[in-house]
């Protein structure tokens, strides 16, 4: 998972992306032409995996705000790969697996894009060149004459095979998908692939062994176990469904209740936003793990949530025109606010320690996270920068400079440089 906010990500993303999409359509077109030459062998499986490959692209949706997820056709596809078996007869090459998976994909990409839906064709792309490796690793230890008739002294050679091929689809994806992220949120490689990993082992191994499930079913009884194991396929598509909508319900009450400051003049309009998106920006830059960047992001939102408990709003909201003992009082007041939720307690430790100086804070306290440093020098740049402050990106960092060690913790200045050299704007 992802976070990133900042205007131009889209745009990199797209620039990163088009390599694969095109690596997608070209192994798409060469199979497809491979396929037409050697002919389609057993087309009911083709035509019912490639079915059920596009439906799962219709039914695809965003899980986690930087890919859409579709498990029924991930699951499908790989099944699809993975047959062995006294029903099958004549397997599927590399060359048709890939192009039924390719021509299935685009089918069930039509008519989200003609119904305006959102898509993601990067992630589809990702999707057939994942297969392709899995098609090409489960021929190259399965020999082409293998026929599973059921018989346990086949089976684990088989299972074994089709962990291999499941577990290649993983790594490739997670490796392409890491590059991706590190080129577009500019996250270094090790954290992005760390990342990349995680999500296939939760994500990810539920879709493989969801087709490892569909592809022995089929390679025993033929078609008639498709109805019986999508299923769990539906089941699972169900929980990621009800997780991503948990999430935006999460995601949506917390920029509500960011949005009170502004309503009561204790900060400019879009001043907690564009905190956010600094502070996440930095985060990326930092390497920290998913769950740590969703903190990060929701303390950057809620940081002045405490201001409310103050007399009268800073002119402009800029809260460094309080004194420390009121910032801190702020601090405190809004991270007993946010522990109240009884669901963000990480968060509340954040803001709690957002406006400790570093010198007296994280520098003697291992156990302050580096997160509340990356919120104070968030909102010390955004309001210097911002609309109440006006100052230019190099006279901000130079007065941001003037307090490292001291007031900011040196590694989030760093970072802080690292992410506005390379042209971050509000």
Excluded at 197 to 216: K, S
């Amino acid at each position: 998972m992802t976070f990133m906010t900042d205007r131009d990500s889209q745009d990199k993303r797209l620039g990163s992306g088009a390599v694969i999409v095109i690596a997608g359509c070209v192994l798409g077109v060469a199979a497809l032409f491979i396929t037409g030459q050697h002919g389609l062998t057993e087309w009911p499986f083709a035509l019912t995996f490639g079915l059920l490959i596009a439906a799962g692209e219709m039914v695809q949706f965003k899980v986690d705000r930087s890919r859409n997820r579709a498990p029924i056709a991930t699951s499908a596809s790989l099944a699809y790969a993975l047959l062995r078996g006294t029903d099958v007869g004549l397997p599927p090459d590399v060359a048709q697996v890939v192009a039924v998976t390719w021509i299935a994909t685009l089918a069930g990409i039509a008519p989200r894009a003609i119904a305006g839906l959102s898509w993601d064709l990067v992630v589809s792309s990702r999707r057939v060149i994942s297969v392709a490796c899995a098609a090409t690793a489960f021929w190259a230890v399965i020999p082409d004459g293998f026929v599973w008739n059921g018989r346990w002294t086949q089976a684990v050679p088989l299972v074994a095979g089709m962990f291999l091929a499941v577990l290649t689809a993983g790594v490739v994806d997670a490796l392409v998908g890491a590059g991706q992220i590190t080129e577009a949120y500019n996250r270094p490689f090790p954290a992005a692939l760390r990342d990349e990993l995680v999500v296939m082992g939760q994500i990810g191994m539920a879709m493989g062994l969801g087709g490892i499930l569909l592809a022995a079913g089929a390679s025993l009884i033929g078609l008639w176990a498709v109805p019986l194991v999508i299923v769990p396929l539906l089941l699972t598509q169900f929980a990621f469904r009800r997780f991503a909508s948990a999430q935006r319900t999460y995601r949506t009450t917390v920029r509500s209740m960011a949005r009170s400051t502004e309503i009561a003049g204790f900060s400019s309009p879009g001043q907690n936003a564009r905190t956010a998106q600094l502070a996440v920006a930095m985060g990326n830059d930092l390497g920290l793990i998913p769950a740590r960047m969703e903190a990060l992001e929701y303390a950057a939102l809620l940081s002045g949530v405490g201001q409310l408990a103050l007399a009268d709003p800073s002119p402009g909201g800029a809260s460094l025109l309080r004194t420390r003992e009121e910032r801190q009082r702020a601090a405190e007041i809004g991270a007993s606010v946010i522990e109240r939720s009884g669901v963000l307690d990480h968060v509340a430790e954040i803001v709690r320690h957002s406006n400790d100086p570093y010198r007296h804070g994280r520098a003697n306290n291992a156990e302050i996270p580096v997160e509340s440093g990356i919120v104070n020098v968030a909102l010390a740049y955004e309001q210097l920068v911002g609309e109440g402050g006006g100052q230019s990106p190099d006279k901000a960092m130079e007065s941001i400079g003037l307090g490292i060690g001291a007031e900011y913790d040196p590694v989030v200045v760093d970072s802080l440089r690292r992410v506005i050299g390379r042209g971050f704007r509000f």
